[in-house]
Protein backbone atom coordinates (compact mmCIF):
# COMPACT_ATOMS: atom_id res chain seq x y z
CA UNK A 1 0.00 0.00 0.00
CA UNK A 2 1.68 3.06 -1.29
CA UNK A 3 -0.64 5.78 -0.42
CA UNK A 4 1.93 8.99 -1.86
CA UNK A 5 1.98 7.59 -4.86
CA UNK A 6 -1.16 7.21 -6.83
CA UNK A 7 0.02 7.52 -10.44
CA UNK A 8 -0.92 5.69 -13.77
CA UNK A 9 -3.44 3.26 -14.39
CA UNK A 10 -3.40 -0.52 -14.07
CA UNK A 11 -2.99 -1.53 -16.96
CA UNK A 12 -2.54 -0.58 -20.61
CA UNK A 13 -4.69 2.49 -22.16
CA UNK A 14 -7.11 0.86 -24.67
CA UNK A 15 -5.52 2.81 -27.41
CA UNK A 16 -1.82 3.38 -28.07
CA UNK A 17 0.09 6.77 -27.11
CA UNK A 18 0.32 8.28 -30.70
CA UNK A 19 -3.52 7.96 -30.90
CA UNK A 20 -4.68 9.44 -27.75
CA UNK A 21 -2.08 12.07 -28.85
CA UNK A 22 -2.93 13.46 -31.77
CA UNK A 23 -6.58 12.91 -30.30
CA UNK A 24 -6.36 15.35 -28.58
CA UNK A 25 -4.24 17.66 -29.81
CA UNK A 26 -6.95 17.46 -32.63
CA UNK A 27 -9.78 18.36 -30.07
CA UNK A 28 -8.02 21.57 -28.56
CA UNK A 29 -7.46 22.74 -31.89
CA UNK A 30 -10.99 22.07 -33.19
CA UNK A 31 -11.69 23.77 -29.89
CA UNK A 32 -9.90 26.87 -30.37
CA UNK A 33 -10.78 27.28 -33.83
CA UNK A 34 -15.03 26.63 -32.83
CA UNK A 35 -14.18 29.09 -30.13
CA UNK A 36 -12.74 31.65 -32.73
CA UNK A 37 -15.58 31.31 -34.52
CA UNK A 38 -18.23 30.99 -32.38
CA UNK A 39 -17.37 32.39 -29.43
CA UNK A 40 -17.08 36.27 -30.00
CA UNK A 41 -17.51 38.08 -26.57
CA UNK A 42 -16.99 37.03 -23.15
CA UNK A 43 -19.76 34.84 -21.53
CA UNK A 44 -18.13 33.62 -18.71
CA UNK A 45 -18.09 36.69 -16.05
CA UNK A 46 -21.73 36.78 -16.90
CA UNK A 47 -22.84 33.45 -16.53
CA UNK A 48 -20.47 32.87 -13.05
CA UNK A 49 -23.28 35.17 -11.42
CA UNK A 50 -25.47 32.33 -11.18
CA UNK A 51 -29.03 31.44 -9.81
CA UNK A 52 -30.17 31.21 -6.43
CA UNK A 53 -31.51 27.63 -5.63
CA UNK A 54 -34.64 28.15 -4.10
CA UNK A 55 -36.57 25.13 -2.11
CA UNK A 56 -37.17 23.94 1.59
CA UNK A 57 -33.88 23.09 2.07
CA UNK A 58 -31.38 24.55 -0.40
CA UNK A 59 -32.24 28.18 -0.62
CA UNK A 60 -34.52 30.84 0.68
CA UNK A 61 -37.38 29.59 2.86
CA UNK A 62 -41.22 30.68 1.53
CA UNK A 63 -41.09 33.74 3.33
CA UNK A 64 -38.12 35.06 1.43
CA UNK A 65 -35.83 35.10 4.11
CA UNK A 66 -31.95 34.96 3.86
CA UNK A 67 -29.84 32.56 5.25
CA UNK A 68 -28.99 28.59 5.08
CA UNK A 69 -32.58 27.10 5.82
CA UNK A 70 -32.85 24.48 9.22
CA UNK A 71 -32.08 21.55 7.31
CA UNK A 72 -29.09 22.39 5.66
CA UNK A 73 -27.74 24.07 8.69
CA UNK A 74 -27.90 20.33 10.09
CA UNK A 75 -26.64 18.69 7.34
CA UNK A 76 -23.61 21.23 7.51
CA UNK A 77 -23.27 20.59 11.29
CA UNK A 78 -23.02 16.90 10.64
CA UNK A 79 -20.55 16.93 8.15
CA UNK A 80 -17.78 19.34 10.15
CA UNK A 81 -18.27 17.31 13.22
CA UNK A 82 -17.65 14.22 11.32
CA UNK A 83 -14.84 15.92 9.60
CA UNK A 84 -13.35 17.07 13.56
CA UNK A 85 -13.54 13.47 15.10
CA UNK A 86 -12.34 11.84 12.22
CA UNK A 87 -8.76 14.85 12.33
CA UNK A 88 -8.60 14.09 15.61
CA UNK A 89 -9.05 10.44 15.98
CA UNK A 90 -6.37 10.30 12.75
CA UNK A 91 -4.08 12.34 14.04
CA UNK A 92 -4.06 10.89 17.48
CA UNK A 93 -3.83 7.21 15.67
CA UNK A 94 -0.58 8.84 13.86
CA UNK A 95 0.92 10.19 17.14
CA UNK A 96 -0.35 7.40 19.29
CA UNK A 97 -0.98 4.07 16.87
CA UNK A 98 1.04 1.51 15.23
CA UNK A 99 3.81 3.68 13.16
CA UNK A 100 2.79 1.21 10.58
CA UNK A 101 1.58 2.51 6.73
CA UNK A 102 -1.03 -0.21 6.09
CA UNK A 103 -2.20 -0.67 9.83
CA UNK A 104 -2.97 3.65 10.33
CA UNK A 105 -5.89 5.59 10.02
CA UNK A 106 -4.15 8.61 9.15
CA UNK A 107 -1.66 8.22 6.18
CA UNK A 108 -5.11 7.02 3.82
CA UNK A 109 -7.01 9.36 5.38
CA UNK A 110 -4.05 12.35 4.94
CA UNK A 111 -3.42 11.23 1.23
CA UNK A 112 -6.17 9.46 -0.32
CA UNK A 113 -9.38 10.96 1.48
CA UNK A 114 -8.44 14.54 2.09
CA UNK A 115 -5.84 15.18 -0.70
CA UNK A 116 -7.32 13.35 -3.59
CA UNK A 117 -10.88 13.11 -2.18
CA UNK A 118 -11.33 16.91 -2.10
CA UNK A 119 -10.06 17.68 -4.83
CA UNK A 120 -12.27 15.23 -6.77
CA UNK A 121 -15.44 16.96 -4.93
CA UNK A 122 -14.85 20.48 -4.66
CA UNK A 123 -14.30 20.65 -8.38
CA UNK A 124 -17.23 18.48 -9.17
CA UNK A 125 -19.72 19.57 -6.70
CA UNK A 126 -18.68 22.92 -5.10
CA UNK A 127 -16.32 24.36 -1.75
CA UNK A 128 -17.48 21.30 0.56
CA UNK A 129 -13.63 21.26 2.06
CA UNK A 130 -14.64 25.03 3.26
CA UNK A 131 -17.85 24.21 4.79
CA UNK A 132 -16.90 20.87 6.83
CA UNK A 133 -12.77 21.58 7.19
CA UNK A 134 -11.50 20.74 11.12
CA UNK A 135 -9.06 23.44 10.44
CA UNK A 136 -11.90 25.71 9.91
CA UNK A 137 -13.65 25.18 12.69
CA UNK A 138 -10.73 24.88 14.78
CA UNK A 139 -10.20 28.36 13.61
CA UNK A 140 -13.50 29.36 14.40
CA UNK A 141 -12.68 28.48 17.66
CA UNK A 142 -9.28 29.67 18.60
CA UNK A 143 -10.84 33.29 17.21
CA UNK A 144 -13.62 32.83 19.56
CA UNK A 145 -11.34 31.93 22.66
CA UNK A 146 -9.11 34.86 21.72
CA UNK A 147 -11.56 37.41 21.43
CA UNK A 148 -12.70 36.49 24.36
CA UNK A 149 -9.63 37.04 26.17
CA UNK A 150 -9.32 40.62 24.66
CA UNK A 151 -7.54 39.84 21.44
CA UNK A 152 -8.64 40.99 18.27
CA UNK A 153 -7.17 40.24 14.76
CA UNK A 154 -5.76 42.66 12.38
CA UNK A 155 -5.86 43.04 8.89
CA UNK A 156 -2.99 40.61 7.59
CA UNK A 157 -0.08 41.82 5.96
CA UNK A 158 -0.30 43.23 2.39
CA UNK A 159 0.78 41.55 -0.30
CA UNK A 160 0.91 38.01 1.94
CA UNK A 161 -1.65 36.43 -0.58
CA UNK A 162 -1.52 33.05 -1.23
CA UNK A 163 2.35 33.07 -0.43
CA UNK A 164 1.85 30.91 2.39
CA UNK A 165 -0.38 28.35 0.83
CA UNK A 166 2.38 28.00 -1.83
CA UNK A 167 4.59 27.10 0.85
CA UNK A 168 2.81 25.00 2.65
CA UNK A 169 1.95 23.11 -0.44
CA UNK A 170 5.50 22.75 -1.00
CA UNK A 171 6.03 21.45 2.05
CA UNK A 172 3.21 18.74 1.75
CA UNK A 173 4.80 17.55 -1.90
CA UNK A 174 8.27 17.60 0.00
CA UNK A 175 6.98 14.98 2.41
CA UNK A 176 4.41 13.20 -0.26
CA UNK A 177 7.19 12.38 -3.05
CA UNK A 178 10.52 12.91 -1.45
CA UNK A 179 10.98 12.41 2.23
CA UNK A 180 12.30 8.96 3.30
CA UNK A 181 9.72 8.52 5.73
CA UNK A 182 7.02 11.12 4.27
CA UNK A 183 4.12 8.40 4.73
CA UNK A 184 4.70 7.02 8.08
CA UNK A 185 1.93 7.97 10.74
CA UNK A 186 4.20 9.57 13.28
CA UNK A 187 5.61 11.92 10.87
CA UNK A 188 2.20 12.40 9.40
CA UNK A 189 1.33 13.14 13.07
CA UNK A 190 3.79 15.56 13.68
CA UNK A 191 3.33 17.42 10.75
CA UNK A 192 -0.48 18.01 11.01
CA UNK A 193 0.00 18.70 14.73
CA UNK A 194 3.05 21.44 13.31
CA UNK A 195 0.31 22.76 10.87
CA UNK A 196 -2.93 23.47 13.39
CA UNK A 197 -1.19 25.31 15.36
CA UNK A 198 0.03 27.64 12.69
CA UNK A 199 -3.26 27.70 11.28
CA UNK A 200 -4.64 28.38 15.35
CA UNK A 201 -2.18 31.21 15.22
CA UNK A 202 -3.26 32.68 12.05
CA UNK A 203 -6.36 32.83 13.28
CA UNK A 204 -5.81 34.40 16.21
CA UNK A 205 -3.80 37.19 14.35
CA UNK A 206 -5.61 37.83 11.19
CA UNK A 207 -9.26 35.98 11.98
CA UNK A 208 -10.57 32.67 11.26
CA UNK A 209 -11.90 34.21 7.96
CA UNK A 210 -8.17 34.34 6.62
CA UNK A 211 -7.36 31.13 7.22
CA UNK A 212 -10.64 29.76 5.78
CA UNK A 213 -9.19 31.54 2.46
CA UNK A 214 -5.49 31.10 2.59
CA UNK A 215 -5.10 27.81 4.82
CA UNK A 216 -2.52 25.50 2.05
CA UNK A 217 -4.97 23.04 1.47
CA UNK A 218 -8.12 25.51 1.42
CA UNK A 219 -7.00 27.98 -0.90
CA UNK A 220 -6.62 25.24 -3.49
CA UNK A 221 -9.56 22.95 -3.14
CA UNK A 222 -10.93 26.63 -3.29
CA UNK A 223 -9.87 27.28 -6.72
CA UNK A 224 -10.89 24.02 -7.84
CA UNK A 225 -13.94 25.11 -6.86
CA UNK A 226 -14.50 28.08 -8.51
CA UNK A 227 -15.23 26.05 -11.46
CA UNK A 228 -17.89 23.73 -10.15
CA UNK A 229 -21.65 23.87 -10.81
CA UNK A 230 -22.62 25.03 -7.00
CA UNK A 231 -21.93 27.99 -4.75
CA UNK A 232 -22.07 29.83 -2.03
CA UNK A 233 -23.83 33.45 -2.42
CA UNK A 234 -24.76 35.96 0.88
CA UNK A 235 -25.41 32.59 2.56
CA UNK A 236 -27.29 30.86 0.21
CA UNK A 237 -26.52 28.14 -1.83
CA UNK A 238 -26.66 29.08 -5.93
CA UNK A 239 -25.91 27.14 -9.29
CA UNK A 240 -23.86 28.41 -11.95
CA UNK A 241 -22.57 26.84 -15.30
CA UNK A 242 -19.31 24.78 -15.19
CA UNK A 243 -16.07 26.62 -15.37
CA UNK A 244 -17.65 29.93 -15.57
CA UNK A 245 -17.08 30.66 -11.78
CA UNK A 246 -12.88 31.20 -12.89
CA UNK A 247 -13.82 34.38 -14.57
CA UNK A 248 -14.47 35.59 -11.56
CA UNK A 249 -11.48 33.67 -9.42
CA UNK A 250 -9.49 35.98 -7.21
CA UNK A 251 -6.18 36.27 -8.23
CA UNK A 252 -3.68 37.63 -5.95
CA UNK A 253 0.14 36.90 -4.97
CA UNK A 254 0.89 33.60 -4.32
CA UNK A 255 -2.14 31.96 -6.59
CA UNK A 256 -0.12 31.53 -10.10
CA UNK A 257 2.54 29.95 -7.79
CA UNK A 258 0.22 27.89 -6.14
CA UNK A 259 -1.18 26.24 -8.87
CA UNK A 260 2.08 25.87 -10.90
CA UNK A 261 4.00 23.88 -7.87
CA UNK A 262 0.72 21.60 -7.84
CA UNK A 263 0.80 21.27 -11.09
CA UNK A 264 4.52 20.72 -11.09
CA UNK A 265 4.33 18.22 -7.86
CA UNK A 266 1.43 15.66 -9.58
CA UNK A 267 3.73 15.66 -12.82
CA UNK A 268 7.00 14.91 -10.92
CA UNK A 269 4.11 11.93 -9.33
CA UNK A 270 4.47 10.83 -12.31
CA UNK A 271 7.84 10.82 -13.81
CA UNK A 272 9.17 9.45 -10.71
CA UNK A 273 6.49 6.34 -10.98
CA UNK A 274 7.21 5.85 -15.51
CA UNK A 275 9.90 3.35 -16.45
CA UNK A 276 11.95 6.67 -17.67
CA UNK A 277 11.88 8.08 -13.90
CA UNK A 278 13.03 4.84 -12.37
CA UNK A 279 16.01 4.95 -15.14
CA UNK A 280 16.55 8.42 -14.01
CA UNK A 281 16.39 8.63 -10.19
CA UNK A 282 17.44 5.26 -9.86
CA UNK A 283 15.07 4.31 -7.15
CA UNK A 284 16.91 6.65 -4.53
CA UNK A 285 16.43 6.22 -0.61
CA UNK A 286 17.01 7.53 2.52
CA UNK A 287 18.16 11.22 3.03
CA UNK A 288 20.38 10.96 0.06
CA UNK A 289 17.53 9.51 -2.02
CA UNK A 290 15.30 12.68 -0.75
CA UNK A 291 17.59 15.21 -2.17
CA UNK A 292 17.31 13.66 -5.42
CA UNK A 293 13.92 12.92 -5.75
CA UNK A 294 13.81 17.12 -3.97
CA UNK A 295 15.97 18.12 -6.93
CA UNK A 296 13.31 16.50 -9.39
CA UNK A 297 10.50 18.27 -7.78
CA UNK A 298 11.74 21.80 -8.14
CA UNK A 299 13.00 20.71 -12.19
CA UNK A 300 9.42 19.62 -12.49
CA UNK A 301 7.49 22.73 -11.24
CA UNK A 302 10.34 24.60 -13.03
CA UNK A 303 9.49 23.40 -16.71
CA UNK A 304 5.53 23.42 -16.40
CA UNK A 305 6.14 26.88 -15.16
CA UNK A 306 8.54 27.61 -18.39
CA UNK A 307 5.83 26.21 -20.64
CA UNK A 308 3.51 28.64 -19.08
CA UNK A 309 5.60 31.57 -19.30
CA UNK A 310 6.37 30.64 -22.93
CA UNK A 311 2.42 31.10 -23.40
CA UNK A 312 2.48 34.40 -21.34
CA UNK A 313 5.24 35.51 -22.62
CA UNK A 314 3.86 35.33 -26.21
CA UNK A 315 0.69 37.03 -25.16
CA UNK A 316 2.47 39.76 -23.58
CA UNK A 317 4.52 40.29 -26.95
CA UNK A 318 1.30 40.49 -29.26
CA UNK A 319 -0.85 42.60 -26.45
CA UNK A 320 -0.02 45.62 -24.30
CA UNK A 321 -0.22 43.28 -21.24
CA UNK A 322 3.57 43.15 -19.65
CA UNK A 323 4.35 39.46 -18.86
CA UNK A 324 3.38 40.27 -15.15
CA UNK A 325 -0.07 40.95 -15.85
CA UNK A 326 -0.69 38.51 -18.51
CA UNK A 327 0.68 35.75 -15.93
CA UNK A 328 -2.02 36.78 -13.19
CA UNK A 329 -4.94 37.23 -15.82
CA UNK A 330 -4.84 33.65 -16.92
CA UNK A 331 -3.62 31.88 -13.95
CA UNK A 332 -7.15 30.61 -13.51
CA UNK A 333 -6.93 28.53 -17.58
CA UNK A 334 -4.51 26.39 -14.91
CA UNK A 335 -7.81 25.45 -12.32
CA UNK A 336 -9.24 22.86 -14.69
CA UNK A 337 -5.84 21.36 -15.77
CA UNK A 338 -4.54 20.71 -12.19
CA UNK A 339 -7.88 18.84 -11.57
CA UNK A 340 -7.76 17.00 -14.98
CA UNK A 341 -4.27 15.92 -13.54
CA UNK A 342 -5.31 15.09 -10.39
CA UNK A 343 -8.07 12.74 -11.43
CA UNK A 344 -6.20 10.88 -13.66
CA UNK A 345 -3.02 10.50 -11.73
CA UNK A 346 -5.19 9.25 -8.40
CA UNK A 347 -7.96 7.62 -9.84
CA UNK A 348 -6.76 4.33 -9.03
CA UNK A 349 -5.63 5.22 -5.91
CA UNK A 350 -8.95 6.56 -5.00
CA UNK A 351 -11.00 3.69 -5.97
CA UNK A 352 -8.42 1.36 -4.11
CA UNK A 353 -7.64 2.88 -1.00
CA UNK A 354 -10.71 4.44 0.17
CA UNK A 355 -11.49 0.59 0.93
CA UNK A 356 -8.72 0.86 2.89
CA UNK A 357 -9.81 3.96 4.75
CA UNK A 358 -13.45 1.96 5.47
CA UNK A 359 -11.20 -1.21 6.71
CA UNK A 360 -8.73 1.32 8.88
CA UNK A 361 -12.04 3.17 10.38
CA UNK A 362 -12.47 -0.44 12.59
CA UNK A 363 -8.72 0.20 14.04
CA UNK A 364 -7.54 3.18 13.53
CA UNK A 365 -4.06 2.78 15.22
CA UNK A 366 -3.45 -0.31 14.42
CA UNK A 367 -4.63 -2.01 17.98
CA UNK A 368 -6.42 -4.95 16.92
CA UNK A 369 -9.35 -3.84 17.41
CA UNK A 370 -12.56 -4.39 15.22
CA UNK A 371 -15.12 -1.88 16.40
CA UNK A 372 -17.82 -1.84 13.23
CA UNK A 373 -16.85 -5.05 11.28
CA UNK A 374 -14.14 -5.98 8.40
CA UNK A 375 -10.74 -4.80 10.02
CA UNK A 376 -9.20 -8.04 7.81
CA UNK A 377 -10.47 -7.00 4.47
CA UNK A 378 -8.93 -6.82 1.02
CA UNK A 379 -9.05 -4.67 -1.25
CA UNK A 380 -11.11 -5.22 -4.38
CA UNK A 381 -8.77 -4.42 -6.98
CA UNK A 382 -11.71 -4.99 -9.33
CA UNK A 383 -13.74 -3.02 -8.25
CA UNK A 384 -13.93 -0.63 -11.02
CA UNK A 385 -12.45 -2.15 -14.27
CA UNK A 386 -9.00 -1.47 -15.62
CA UNK A 387 -10.66 0.01 -18.73
CA UNK A 388 -13.33 2.20 -17.06
CA UNK A 389 -10.47 3.55 -14.72
CA UNK A 390 -7.88 4.37 -18.27
CA UNK A 391 -10.86 6.31 -19.70
CA UNK A 392 -11.80 8.03 -16.69
CA UNK A 393 -7.43 9.28 -16.56
CA UNK A 394 -7.66 9.90 -20.40
CA UNK A 395 -10.67 11.80 -20.62
CA UNK A 396 -10.02 14.09 -17.50
CA UNK A 397 -6.46 15.19 -19.11
CA UNK A 398 -8.52 15.61 -22.08
CA UNK A 399 -11.24 17.77 -21.02
CA UNK A 400 -9.04 19.24 -18.20
CA UNK A 401 -7.33 20.66 -21.39
CA UNK A 402 -10.24 21.67 -23.43
CA UNK A 403 -11.70 23.42 -20.22
CA UNK A 404 -8.52 25.32 -19.69
CA UNK A 405 -8.87 26.80 -23.60
CA UNK A 406 -12.22 27.82 -23.08
CA UNK A 407 -11.27 30.02 -19.91
CA UNK A 408 -8.29 31.35 -21.52
CA UNK A 409 -10.11 32.32 -24.93
CA UNK A 410 -13.11 33.53 -22.76
CA UNK A 411 -10.35 35.57 -20.75
CA UNK A 412 -8.68 37.02 -23.84
CA UNK A 413 -12.01 38.35 -25.86
CA UNK A 414 -12.46 40.12 -22.30
CA UNK A 415 -9.13 41.76 -22.26
CA UNK A 416 -8.21 42.09 -26.15
CA UNK A 417 -9.46 43.24 -29.07
CA UNK A 418 -10.81 41.00 -31.62
CA UNK A 419 -8.02 39.53 -33.30
CA UNK A 420 -5.57 40.44 -31.22
CA UNK A 421 -7.54 38.00 -28.47
CA UNK A 422 -7.19 35.22 -30.51
CA UNK A 423 -3.39 35.65 -31.79
CA UNK A 424 -2.71 36.28 -27.94
CA UNK A 425 -3.89 32.41 -27.14
CA UNK A 426 -1.43 30.79 -30.05
CA UNK A 427 1.38 29.77 -28.03
CA UNK A 428 -0.89 28.97 -25.07
CA UNK A 429 -2.31 26.66 -27.38
CA UNK A 430 1.12 25.09 -28.03
CA UNK A 431 1.22 24.85 -24.35
CA UNK A 432 -1.76 22.98 -23.56
CA UNK A 433 -1.23 20.20 -26.22
CA UNK A 434 2.36 19.88 -24.74
CA UNK A 435 0.67 19.76 -21.19
CA UNK A 436 -1.79 16.97 -22.28
CA UNK A 437 1.38 15.04 -24.34
CA UNK A 438 2.87 14.92 -21.21
CA UNK A 439 0.06 13.67 -19.09
CA UNK A 440 -1.07 11.10 -21.80
CA UNK A 441 2.68 9.50 -21.72
CA UNK A 442 2.78 9.62 -17.95
CA UNK A 443 0.05 7.31 -17.74
CA UNK A 444 0.95 5.21 -20.45
CA UNK A 445 4.49 4.71 -19.04
CA UNK A 446 3.60 4.56 -15.32
Known sequence: MIFAHGVGSRGDLPLPLWMFTWAAAIALIVSFVALGLLWTRPQLARAAAGRTMVGPWVGVDDAGR????????????????AALVLFVVAVAAGLFGEDAVDRNLLPVTFYVVVWVGAQLVNGLIGDVWRAISPINTLARWGETVARRLGATPRTAPAGLGHWPAAAGLSVFLFYELAHPAGSTPRNLGYLLVVHTMVSLAAAV????????????????FTMLAAMAPVFAREGRLAVRPPMSGLARMPVVGGTLATLLIVLGGTTFDGFSESEAGRNVLDRPTGWGGAVTLT??????????AALYGIGVWWTSRVT???????????????????FGYAVAHYAQLLVDETQSFVFRLSDPAGQGWDLFGGTDGAIDFNLVSVDLIAWIQVLAILFGHVGAVVVAHDRAIELFPAGESLRSQFAMLLVMVAYSTLGLWLLLNA
Open 66 to 81: AGLPGVLRIVLAIGRS
Open 205 to 220: LWGAAWVADNEPFAAL
Open 295 to 304: IGLVVSVGVI
Open 320 to 338: ELSVGDAASAFAPSLVPIV
